[in-house]
């Protein structure tokens, strides 16, 4: 589709949106950076306390969950959080995306229950291979965001695969499992994320 004329300015519906966008992307670089922070500042300079992890991770997933977009749209956003995560005490309260949706969340253990269609984002912990192994199974090609918290090589069964250092949260991104999916994310979000994609 060709562009509009640079002489006609934006419909105010357009430039709002945009405005949105930058402000959230904005909002989740500062949710993936605000620790690292205090490490910067000279000596003289006194910071506010560095966030706990698991708020820090919080900040993160939702900002995440607020740039996905799933092939039917969802209000409330199911998120099914993984017994054995170590930083997801923030996540079980729930929260409210940007956009105004909530998100709800509840407890699964990712070998025991039936994930699909009770969940439109997973969160999980440590991945062995048996969990590796159900998630391929069971989600592959399901509109399922799967965001790891402890999958450093963000393979087989991980989206979104969370770094936790100290009092820093960032991110890989696996992008042939993504696209597999069929959830959609703004590419503005992608390019915060290290990308990891499966050679064709």
Known sequence: MAPAPASLPPT???SRARTRLRRGLTALLLAVTLAVLPAMLPPAVTAQPAPQRADLV????????G???WPVERDPVRLCVDHAS???ARLKEGGTLANGRTVQTRQVDVLADMLHPACDALYVGTMNEPRRKRLSAELTGRPVLVIAE???ECEVGSMFCLNIRDN???FRVNLD???RSGVHMHPGVLQLGRRKGAPS
């Open 86 to 88: 170590r930083y997801a």
């Open 177 to 179: 499992a993504l696209a």
């Open 150 to 152: 402890e999958d450093f």
């Open 168 to 170: 820093q949260v960032s």
């Open 58 to 65: 919080a900040r993160v997933v939702i900002s995440l969950l």
């Open 67 to 69: 740039y996905a977009r």
């Open 12 to 14: 105010a519906p357009a």
